[in-house]
């Protein structure tokens, strides 16, 4: 909705105002928020993201111009990035430590799961008449008035089931006040964990990889289905819905099957080959429903990895660094977004005078091959790593003389033994 007032007061210039508003908080603030929810009581932050939302909100429908329209989303990207890094963080402090891949499946489900039902109920709310208030609301934001409302009342009652749980606050291991702590020290520290542990940065990579694939799907996808397809919005929006199945079946499945999956980091990267495949092999089809098809499989793999990439941070990073780690993913992840969805128009251009008819007959195509084969590339070199990282036992000389010595006495041994033997009678 508030693309669509952003669009409606400045056509393409006012999307791109938008989406820089929504991009630009977190790269001046993640990584200040990052360090607070090490600090402070991590419920505290969540409380006052949902609740300052909740306020924020409503202005959206009052907005008379494109400015207003941007301030209110950049403080309301603010507040995003203050509740969404804690809320992150606290979930290893909530469920046990066996609990954790089924938690975050529930919680992916419940963020990604609930888009389908929010697109319903702005079905519904669209057969109510414009909301004006006696002419206060805008003549342009009339019609999406009522929809900002109802979603400030879910923030603020988000916002009261967070505030009845006890204090949260990031446990220091080495005895430091976090009172007493450098703001620039703790980001420095965080940053310098992120590199040094390896395991971590694969993940934040591939992560930040494949929402920089996606990306191209958000711009590209509709074309791709209406032009590519030839399929009407109803195509579109089937495709997109498979998609959100194999998500949901993807969270499901690495809940129920965890227990198999010990090994987190190589479940995330067979995951993202598995997404970027099942993109690729889309790009390939000519039909509405063999692109559901492989978009079923894309979900699957994307909804699988992005559980099982969490999971990998909970069970890897020390409670006293999780506001940092999880801020700098998300700091990533949003400009990876950005980057992507600006890009993929120039992609787009780029391909179509890169002479590739021999392989597909228009650039859309391209474009989404381009995408998977980031996607697939970042979990193959994830399964890369790790296998170089199989050590095979290397034995010295002393063992391998003996057992050099032990072979040639076993083989000494069987022909005395058929030396001996009585011949048949």
Not at 44 to 52: E, F, N, P, Q, S
Not at 290 to 300: I, N, R, S, T, V
Request: charged letters at 15%.
């Amino acid at each position: 909705a508030t693309l669509a007032i952003a669009e409606n007061r400045g056509g393409e210039a006012g999307i791109v105002a938008a989406i820089v508003a929504r991009v630009l908080p977190g790269l001046l603030f993640g990584p200040i928020i990052g360090a607070l929810t090490d600090r402070v009581d991590r419920r505290k932050l969540i409380v006052i993201a949902d609740w300052g939302r909740g306020l924020f909100v409503p202005l959206l429908a009052f907005s008379p111009n494109l400015a207003a329209i941007v301030g209110i989303t950049f403080v309301m990207e603010i507040l995003s990035l203050a509740g969404q890094s804690p809320r992150a963080a606290v979930l290893p402090r909530l469920v046990k430590p066996s609990n954790l891949v089924a938690a975050n499946s529930l919680m992916m489900g419940a963020a990604y799961g609930t888009i389908p039902l929010g697109a319903a109920f702005n079905w519904i709310l669209s057969g109510f008449p414009p909301l004006s208030l006696g002419g206060l609301i805008p003549e342009l934001n009339q019609v999406v008035a009522l929809a900002f409302l109802v979603d400030a009342v879910t923030f603020f009652v988000s916002g009261a089931i967070i505030a009845s749980l006890p204090e949260i606050r990031a446990q220091n291991s080495d005895g430091k006040s976090a009172a007493d702590a450098s703001t620039w020290g703790d980001i420095r520290e965080g940053l310098a964990f992120v590199w040094r542990d390896k395991s971590v940065l694969r993940v934040i990579v591939g992560m930040t990889a494949a929402l920089f694939g996606g990306g191209f799907i958000i711009v590209i996808g509709k074309s791709f289905v209406e032009t590519s397809l030839n399929a009407d919005t109803s195509g579109f929006f089937a495709v997109v819905t498979l998609l959100g199945v194999g998500a949901g079946v993807g969270f499901w499945i690495v809940s129920v099957y965890e227990h198999l999956l010990k090994n987190r980091e190589a479940a995330f990267s067979v995951a993202m080959v598995l997404t970027g495949f099942g993109l690729g092999a889309a790009a390939f089809t000519d039909t509405v429903a063999g692109a559901g098809a492989w978009m079923l499989l894309m979900g699957f793999g994307a909804g699988a990895a992005y559980v099982m990439g969490l999971t990998h941070l909970h069970e890897t990073v020390e409670d006293e660094l999780r506001g940092r780690v999880f801020a700098t993913l998300f700091l990533l992840i949003r400009l990876g977004l950005f980057v992507s969805m600006s890009l993929a128009p120039v992609v787009r251009k780029s391909l179509e005078g890169a002479h590739l008819s021999w392989l597909f007959a228009d650039s859309t195509r391209s474009v989404l091959l381009f995408g998977a084969i980031m996607i697939a590339l970042t979990g193959v070199t994830g399964l890369r790593v790790l296998r170089s990282q199989i050590h095979w036992p290397r034995l010295d000389s002393e063992t391998r003389a003996m057992m050099a010595q032990a072979k040639e006495t076993s083989r000494q041994r069987g022909i005395q033994r058929s030396t001996h033997e009585d011949p048949p009678e």
